[in-house]
């Protein structure tokens, strides 16, 4: 889904530059959950290897019938285990280094950072948010929990991004809406299954190996649970 | 003085973890499960416009590392200045966030 150059208007390039900018700028504020304990510095090199993930898995194509191919784009899985704010910047790090080997264009950086980071990033958290509240009503083991909500999440938002994707090259006049809106949500309707079991596979294995690299925890109401569950068991 | 002790686990997973992804992409050229085809958005621009309409896109620039033809030293290349730009920047915000919390 990286968008090369010369693809989008200039613009629609511009505006969404200045969205993105406007949103990292914000997020680096926003960013309390990730560094709020005294050693989180030890947080620091894992958030590289989830980079060096991001990028390994984004750099390499899986097979999709039809003669295409899908790549994990990643922004829902760093929004989970990061937090929103800090996917986005994420996003765009590794944007700009595969840009380097002409994966996405250098100026699309921004209309791909607002697709896959911040659809990808924050719609994607928000949308595992949702499906956190449902399932946290079940008995379900936290890890079982967080995994099928992070690759419903994941799913829903491949999708999305791929139609915010099309309307941009729609609006661009590049191709015309009627044919790459359809033609980008067929395409990624496939393509986002992977996105969806590579995700909900690699947060259910952190989960279940280092729990404490999921800074999000508490917002997705798991250390609430786990409260509850020992409570009842106390009451017991 | 950083102390070396404190970050001796994370550096031994993280290298670990590194290797594993480095062998992953290895395996999957070798064995060829990994898909040369277009992906999504090139598909649908390539339905509609054909592949040289968009191989002749205009662009700015010419990527300064488009030249590794090689795509298993791409991808090393790659995870490593991944690795290295995105502890660079994320340090530099811990250091301000610290800067603040002092501040306030």
């Not at chain 1, 393509?191 to 294995?205: D, K, N, P, T």
């Amino acid at each position: 889904m990286h968008i090369p150059d010369g693809l989008l208007d200039p613009v629609v390039t511009i505006l969404l530059w200045i969205v993105t900018i406007v949103i990292m700028v914000f997020g680096v504020r926003k960013i309390r959950a990730l560094f709020k304990d005294e050693d989180s510095e030890k947080l620091i090199p894992y958030i590289g290897v989830l980079a060096a993930t991001i990028f390994a898995f984004q750099f390499v194509n899986y097979p999709v019938p039809g003669g295409t191919s899908g790549h994990l784009v990643g922004g829902t899985l760093v929004g989970v285990i990061l937090g929103p704010w800090a996917a986005v910047i994420v996003i765009f790090l590794v944007l700009i280094v595969q840009s380097l080997f002409g994966d996405g264009g250098i100026t699309a950086i921004g209309a791909n950072t607002f697709n896959m980071g911040i659809i990808g990033g924050i719609g994607g958290f928000y949308i595992v948010k949702a499906i956190m509240i449902v399932l946290n009503k079940t008995s379900m083991k936290k890890e079982n929990k967080l995994a099928i909500a992070t690759g419903i999440g994941a799913y829903i938002a491949i999708v999305l991004a791929a139609l915010a994707c099309a309307i941009e090259v729609g609006i661009s006049g590049s191709i015309p809406m009627s044919v790459i809106v359809p033609a980008m949500l067929f395409w990624h309707a496939i393509i986002g299954i992977g996105e969806g079991v590579i995700s909900a596979l690699i947060v259910w294995f952190i989960y279940r190996v280092k729990p404490e690299l999921i800074t999000t925890e508490e917002q997705f109401g798991l250390l609430k649970s786990e409260l509850m569950t020992t409570e009842k068991k106390s009451e017991v | 003085m950083v102390e070396l002790e404190k970050y001796k686990w994370p550096i031994i997973e993280i290298a670990i973890i590194i290797g594993v992804l480095v062998v992953m992409i290895a395996i999957g050229f070798a064995i060829g499960i990994l898909s040369t085809d277009p992906d999504g958005l090139e598909r649908a621009v390539i339905d509609a416009k054909g592949e040289e309409w968009l191989e002749g896109l205009p662009s700015v620039w010419t990527p300064i590392l488009g030249w590794i033809e090689n795509e298993y030293v791409a991808g090393i290349i790659g995870i490593l200045l991944s690795v290295i730009l995105m502890m660079v920047v994320f340090w530099l915000i811990l250091r301000l966030k610290k800067r603040e919390n002092i501040k306030n």
